[in-house]
C-alpha cells in the first residue's frame, strides 16, 4: 500500500515556494478575514500563518465581529482589493449565517481569489482556461496523485460529492488531466458498485466510514478529502476525546487498496500548500 502522504509532500512544496520567494524578491503577502471565533477556524489559521513564515510569505490576520453588517465586510475585502501591498485574499469559512457567502465570496477580486472560489476562476476551471487561480483543495489533490506516479491519464475515476468547493472542481481536473470522469453524490443508486468500478476514488462527502472494506478492491487509489470530528477514545476521567477522520474506514480499507490518502495527513496539508502555491502565482504575475 502507498501512502498518499500530504503532509510530507506540503514540505517539499513549501522548500520549492520558499526558494521561488528568495529568488523573486518579492515578498507576498496574504490576507485572512476571519468573521468571528470558531476555534476550527483558528486552528486552520494557525496552520497557514505556520505555513506563511517557512516560506517567507507575509500573512495579515483579520478578525471582524460575528455579528458584523455585510455591507461593513464587503468594504473591508473592497480595501484589501485596492490595496496594491496585498497579493492574495481568503475569507475564511465558515463565517455567520446572516451574511450572504456567495456574495461576500464574489466580492474577493479573481486576481487576489487565492481560494480559487469566485464564480470568475471556478468558470476558467469549467472552461478548461488556464489563465485563472485553480481552487486550491481540487489542485492539492490532483498534485498528490502526480506526485506519487498515479497514472490519472485513460483511468475510471469517481469523485463522491458535488460542492462547488471540492467534487465539481476536482472531477474538472481529472478530465482535463485525461480520466473518464463520474460524479456520484446522495441520490447515486448502488453506490457500492460504482465505487467498485472505479480506479480512482476521490471522496468529499463528510460523512464518517461512508467507504467500507466492502466497496473497494485491489489496485484503486483513493484520495479521502472528507473532515469529521468523532468520538475517540475516554480520558481517565471517562470523558470522551474527539478524534478527527475522513469519510473512508481507513484502517479497514489501507490493506486491500493500491494506494490511499490518511485523514488527517492527506488532502488536509495539500490545501495550505496549494494556497501558498497560488499565492506566489498571482504574486509574481504582476
Not at 51 to 69: K, T
Not at 108 to 113: A, G, H, L, Q
Not at 153 to 176: C, D, F, T
Given at each position: 500500500m502507498i501512502l498518499l502522504d500530504g503532509k510530507k509532500l506540503n514540505g517539499e512544496i513549501a522548500d520549492g515556494l520558499k526558494k521561488k520567494i528568495e529568488e523573486s524578491g518579492i515578498r507576498p503577502t496574504l490576507a485572512i478575514i476571519q468573521v468571528g471565533?470558531?476555534?476550527?477556524?483558528?486552528?486552520?489559521?494557525?496552520?497557514?500563518?505556520?505555513?506563511?513564515?517557512?516560506?517567507?510569505?507575509?500573512?495579515?490576520?483579520?478578525?471582524?465581529?460575528?455579528?458584523?453588517?455585510?455591507?461593513?465586510?464587503?468594504?473591508?475585502?473592497?480595501?484589501?482589493?485596492?490595496?496594491?501591498?496585498?497579493?492574495?485574499?481568503?475569507?475564511?469559512?465558515?463565517?455567520?449565517?446572516?451574511?450572504?457567502?456567495?456574495?461576500?465570496?464574489?466580492?474577493?477580486?479573481?486576481m487576489k481569489d487565492v481560494d480559487g472560489l469566485h464564480s470568475i476562476n471556478a468558470g476558467k476551471v469549467f472552461s478548461d482556461d488556464l489563465t485563472g487561480v485553480t481552487p486550491a483543495t481540487p489542485k492539492g489533490v490532483i498534485s498528490l496523485l502526480k506526485h506519487y506516479g498515479i497514472k490519472i491519464e485513460g483511468k475510471r475515476a469517481l469523485?463522491?460529492?458535488k460542492s462547488m468547493l471540492v467534487g465539481k472542481p476536482v472531477a474538472m481536473l481529472l478530465l482535463r488531466e485525461g480520466a473518464t470522469v463520474t460524479i456520484a453524490h446522495s441520490k447515486t443508486e448502488n453506490l457500492k458498485d460504482v465505487v467498485k468500478e472505479s480506479d480512482i476514488v476521490v471522496v468529499a462527502v463528510g460523512k464518517a466510514g461512508l467507504i467500507t472494506k466492502e466497496m473497494v478492491r485491489e489496485g484503486q487509489v483513493i484520495v479521502d478529502v472528507g473532515t469529521n470530528s468523532v468520538e475517540g477514545e475516554k480520558t481517565l476521567e471517562e470523558i470522551p476525546t474527539r478524534k478527527l477522520v475522513g469519510d473512508v474506514a481507513f484502517d479497514e480499507v489501507k490493506d486491500i487498496v493500491y494506494a490511499i490518502s490518511p485523514v488527517p495527513g492527506g488532502?488536509?496539508?495539500?490545501?495550505v500548500a496549494s494556497l501558498f502555491e497560488n499565492l506566489?502565482?498571482?504574486s509574481l504575475k504582476k
Amino acid at each position: 500500500m502507498i501512502l498518499l502522504d500530504g503532509k510530507k509532500l506540503n514540505g517539499e512544496i513549501a522548500d520549492g515556494l520558499k526558494k521561488k520567494i528568495e529568488e523573486s524578491g518579492i515578498r507576498p503577502t496574504l490576507a485572512i478575514i476571519q468573521v468571528g471565533n470558531v476555534e476550527e477556524s483558528n486552528a486552520y489559521i494557525r496552520h497557514k500563518k505556520s505555513y506563511g513564515e517557512r516560506i517567507g510569505a507575509n500573512v495579515v490576520h483579520i478578525v471582524l465581529a460575528s455579528d458584523i453588517p455585510e455591507t461593513e465586510l464587503i468594504n473591508k475585502i473592497n480595501e484589501l482589493n485596492n490595496d496594491s501591498g496585498v497579493n492574495g485574499i481568503i475569507v475564511q469559512l465558515p463565517i455567520s449565517k446572516h451574511l450572504d457567502k456567495n456574495k461576500v465570496i464574489e466580492s474577493v477580486s479573481p486576481m487576489k481569489d487565492v481560494d480559487g472560489l469566485h464564480s470568475i476562476n471556478a468558470g476558467k476551471v469549467f472552461s478548461d482556461d488556464l489563465t485563472g487561480v485553480t481552487p486550491a483543495t481540487p489542485k492539492g489533490v490532483i498534485s498528490l496523485l502526480k506526485h506519487y506516479g498515479i497514472k490519472i491519464e485513460g483511468k475510471r475515476a469517481l469523485v463522491i460529492g458535488k460542492s462547488m468547493l471540492v467534487g465539481k472542481p476536482v472531477a474538472m481536473l481529472l478530465l482535463r488531466e485525461g480520466a473518464t470522469v463520474t460524479i456520484a453524490h446522495s441520490k447515486t443508486e448502488n453506490l457500492k458498485d460504482v465505487v467498485k468500478e472505479s480506479d480512482i476514488v476521490v471522496v468529499a462527502v463528510g460523512k464518517a466510514g461512508l467507504i467500507t472494506k466492502e466497496m473497494v478492491r485491489e489496485g484503486q487509489v483513493i484520495v479521502d478529502v472528507g473532515t469529521n470530528s468523532v468520538e475517540g477514545e475516554k480520558t481517565l476521567e471517562e470523558i470522551p476525546t474527539r478524534k478527527l477522520v475522513g469519510d473512508v474506514a481507513f484502517d479497514e480499507v489501507k490493506d486491500i487498496v493500491y494506494a490511499i490518502s490518511p485523514v488527517p495527513g492527506g488532502a488536509g496539508p495539500m490545501t495550505v500548500a496549494s494556497l501558498f502555491e497560488n499565492l506566489v502565482e498571482v504574486s509574481l504575475k504582476k
